[in-house]
């Protein structure tokens, strides 16, 4: 799920999976959401966090969904958020999967 490799943290692509086994939320927004807490445990075990991402690249199956995708992406940052590459893509792994995200830290 990460790999370190000079002073860099790379995170694969993260989709709306629940840890616990859950099912994935149906909308972009909670996807969104689930993905972003998803992602904050894995840097935490690392003892790192959000504000440590300096590249994420983010995978959309409609682009039209952004505007609501970024208005929770963003809020799990206390700046700015960091540089990203958005992509509209024909499809995810699973066809419930509406958005993936992808994610760079430094030390």
Known sequence: MATEA????????????????????????DQTRLIMDNLGMI????????????KTTIFLTDVGDFGRFNEIYGGY??????????FQVAALPRPEFKVEIEAVAAR
């Open 6 to 29: 000079n002073g860099f943290v790379f995170v694969s692509g993260q989709v709306a999976m629940d840890p616990s086994g859950g099912a994935t939320p149906g909308d972009v927004v």
């Open 43 to 54: 840097l935490r075990d690392l003892g790192l966090g959000y504000d440590d991402i300096v």
């Open 77 to 86: 940052f206390s700046a700015d958020p960091p540089a990203r590459s958005t």
